[in-house]
């Protein structure tokens, strides 16, 4: 075979992996990625049915048992979300805390969680909760969020 | 008295640094000076090895006045964990980034090799910088020796999740990768410099990221290992920034070590060469800033500041930016490609850098989109395990497919029918585990990547038979043969394995939430779990719940006990899970809280997960094959050094 020949080989399989790529990663950023709501943001039903994550302070009070489910709301200071999750929460789950749940919206307003987030870190809030609360003016923590 | 006579040791080795940089560089450009550098590098290394030394009786005397020590460790914690404390904080890590960056300018400045002066030299000098703004970023924004005005009785302590023997050696680990590979960096940026281009420097390259990389492999296992029992999530990869983080310089790590085969070889592919070892300096300290500017939302998040993230973004954009405008000002004079057959080692080898740089890039746009979709549209958004699963995961499907051909493929031009002949065995043992994984209903994908992954793993097996030779004494002739070998098999099966385990975790992991009495029990993966006793205890610095199970599978009972535990120093509890672990699986029970109203009963999280050992064993296998290489590479330096009459030849 021709230098010329063997060039294009090398370049075609590149070229081939290259789209491969491209098209697996366009499908994937726009099937497969999880978007962050707050309660507020779940009364539009844009976000029924799909995977989401919702964020907001666990409402003091709201964490009751329903057989194995742990029930709580989930409160950005002006709505407020229903949550069922199936499962242990985390150790770090704690009422007037900020909290993530990655679920589906049912159409009768109840989040079912599939996970519930845990952190490292007992002072740590999750940017999009902080920010988040910020803009709905219930943010009590003492730092300021990195743009 | 001590934290100040660190800090002065550390301004010191800042200095020393400054010097060996500013007289590396210059020599590089003169010919001349290069063992001024080199000194410097010596009293760089001293200093900042002795600062940390320091930092460590600070730590391991709970000296409260400084205020690293009073934020991160309690004088109740076991020695072993004190001591960890020095480099389980930013602080502390910052300067432990300083010791190694260092100590590697030190052994670049003992050991030459091939490297002409001013190539050697140059090297030196861009180390020098290196270590240089890590040191002026620790020294002004993150010193660990700040006393404080009034010392407090009784540290904060650290984060009770630390205090784990995985976790003391995981930042260690980690940052001899990370930092590891500040050496090709500056090798690469050496070479540009000088116009040095000869094959001696991917030979020079070769150590050094072998040694990084085989850190950061052992390191990611750690770490991920660690995740797996502390954090009682039952996994042990979730795909996330902090984790991402991490996995970018290994998969750069990984090509670079490829490429500079190549290169140290035949010559070719130098300028790939230079620009996966520049992106993988790179690599490490985009993770780097990812991790400590909290820019992106992590599970693993810690508390963080933004002025550093800010000053680590700076670092990122000088050495990176810096080196790649030097790389496209050298380009021209770089050697022309010389151009190879397909079907060959090289060309195998090409594939693998080109698959790895792609994959490396899916990994960095998933990481990094969610930055840009917020930029851009306001949208909070994360990308999790699926948007990985189904782009990484086929790009790494086609390099591990194509990988065992490589060792089988002789270099310029490989005998692709002899190849296949040779692997057939492989391809009907990776149609089997597919279909397995069908009949099992893991779906499509799972099926192929358990296929992808026995063929790796017994592709490389099939490599090692015909290593072996035709005829008897297989066996004497494979343990004669060079270390190289066994540490290309050692990596390459690792690699296999480790794909089977992670398809498996990923697809056929299964979980149960229950809630149990004492005395209750609970039928879970074919076992029988019950719960015995719920009992309080008390640690050094802790007082735990501890639940006793028996888990029965047929006629054979074990027991097994997870806790949760509180430490006096924090309010929040942790899980110390409990794990029956076998070839096939892990039995894995973790404690929740205690359910409200419902007296005496115990919430349980259960988890199956299979094939986990392979997993971790794997990853050992991979970091295990590259100590072998790096051992291999030593001997072989030492008996060509024999050769050319430079050592004493051993009688």
Not at chain 2, 246 to 257: C, N, R, V
Not at chain 2, 322 to 333: H, I, M, S, T
Not at chain 2, 354 to 370: Q, S
Not at chain 2, 601 to 620: D, H, K, S, T
């Amino acid at each position: 075979m021709t230098k010329r020949g063997r060039r294009l080989i090398g370049v075609g399989i590149g070229a081939i992996m290259l789209s491969l790529a491209a098209f697996l990663t366009l499908r994937g950023l726009s099937g497969s990625v999880t978007y962050f709501y707050v309660p507020s943001d779940l009364s539009t039903g844009a976000a029924q049915g799909r995977l989401i994550r919702l964020g907001g302070l666990v409402e003091a009070g709201s964490t009751k048992r329903e057989g194995s489910d742990l029930i709580f709301v989930v409160t950005d200071g002006a709505a407020r979300a229903q949550v069922r999750f199936a499962g242990e929460p985390p150790d770090l789950f704690r009422e007037n805390q900020g909290v993530v749940a990655e679920g589906r919206l049912r159409p009768d307003g109840v989040f079912v969680a599939e996970r519930v987030l845990a952190k490292h870190d007992e002072s740590y809030m999750p940017p999009e909760v902080a920010k988040a609360l910020q803009a709905k003016g219930v943010w009590r923590g003492p730092t300021k969020v990195a743009p | 008295m001590i934290a100040e006579i660190g800090a002065f040791l550390f301004a010191l080795g800042l200095v020393a640094s400054c010097v060996q940089a500013v007289l590396g560089l210059r020599a590089g450009a003169r010919a001349d000076g290069a063992a001024a550098s080199a000194a410097a590098a010596q009293v760089a290394s001293v200093a900042f090895a002795s600062a940390f030394v320091l930092l460590v009786i600070c730590f391991a005397r709970s000296d409260f006045s400084v205020a690293a020590v009073a934020a991160n460790s309690h004088s109740a914690k076991p020695m072993v964990y004190k001591i960890a404390a020095t480099w389980g904080h930013h602080e502390g890590s910052m300067a432990l980034w300083c010791v190694i960056s260092s100590l590697a300018g030190l052994a670049l400045a003992s050991f030459r090799g091939g490297l002409t002066a001013p190539m050697w030299s140059a090297a030196l000098g861009v180390q020098g910088l290196v270590t240089l703004a890590a040191a002026a970023y620790t020294l002004l924004l993150s010193n660990p020796f700040a006393r404080l005005a009034a010392a407090p009785l009784e540290g904060a302590g650290l984060n009770p999740l630390l205090q784990d023997p995985a976790l003391a050696l995981h930042p260690p680990m980690l940052y001899l990768g990370y930092v590891g590979l500040s050496v090709p960096f500056s090798l690469a940026v050496g070479a540009l410099w000088t116009r040095s281009f000869g094959p001696e420097v991917a030979q020079a390259i070769r150590p050094w990221a072998l040694l990084a990389w085989s850190a950061l492999t052992l390191g990611i296992g750690l770490g991920s290992y660690w995740a797996y029992y502390e954090l009682g999530w039952g996994g042990a990869w979730f795909w996330d920034p902090v984790e991402n983080a991490s996995f970018l310089p290994w998969l750069i790590g990984t090509a670079l070590l490829h490429s500079a085969i190549v290169t140290a070889r035949r010559g070719s592919m130098m300028g790939w060469t230079l620009l996966l070892a520049i992106a993988g300096f790179g690599c490490s300290l985009l993770g780097t800033f990812l991790v400590r500017s909290g820019v992106l939302s992590s599970v693993h998040a810690f508390a963080v500041d933004p002025a550093r993230g800010v000053a680590v973004l700076a670092m990122f954009a000088g050495a990176v930016g810096g080196a790649l405008a030097l790389f496209a000002w050298r380009a021209p004079l770089l050697p022309a490609p010389a151009g190879f057959v397909v079907l060959s080692r090289e060309g195998a080898l090409a594939f693998n850098n080109f698959g790895l740089a792609i994959c490396t890039g899916i990994v960095l746009i998933g990481t990094l989109y969610p930055l840009a979709a917020e930029a851009v549209s306001g949208r909070a958004l994360s990308v999790g395990a699926p948007f990985f699963n189904s782009t990484f995961g086929p790009l790494a499907g086609l390099v591990l497919l194509v990988a065992p051909f490589g060792p089988l493929l002789a270099w310029r031009r490989g005998d692709a029918r002899a190849a296949v002949q040779v692997l057939l065995w492989a391809g009907i043992g990776a149609v089997l585990a597919l279909g397995l994984g069908l009949a099992f209903r893991g779906g499509a994908a799972a099926a192929l990547g358990l296929g992808v992954g026995t063929w790796m793993a017994l592709g490389t097996l099939a490599y090692l038979w015909r290593r072996a030779g035709p005829g008897p004494g297989k066996t004497v002739r494979l343990l004669g043969a060079p270390l190289a070998v066994w540490a290309l098999a050692a990596a390459h099966f690792g690699a296999g394995v480790l794909t089977i385990g992670a398809v498996a975790q990923a697809s056929f992991r299964f979980e149960h939430s229950v809630s149990l009495a004492p005395g209750e029990a609970v039928q879970f993966a074919g076992r029988g779990l019950r719960l015995l006793r719920v009992e309080s205890i008390e640690g050094p610095n802790y007082d735990a719940q501890r639940a006793v199970f028996s888990v029965s599978a047929g006629a054979r009972e074990q027991s097994l006990h997870a806790e949760r535990r509180r430490y006096w120093t924090s309010d929040s509890p942790t899980t110390e899970v409990g794990i029956l672990s076998g070839l096939w699986g892990d039995f894995y029970v973790a404690l929740g809280e205690p359910a409200p109203g419902a007296q005496g009963q115990l919430g349980v999280r259960l988890y199956f997960n299979p094939f986990i050992a392979w997993m971790f064993g794997g990853i050992a296998m991979i970091g295990c094959g590259g100590a072998l290489a790096l051992l291999s590479l030593v001997r072989v330096g030492q008996r060509k050094r024999v050769a050319l009459g430079q050592v004493a030849a051993v009688p």
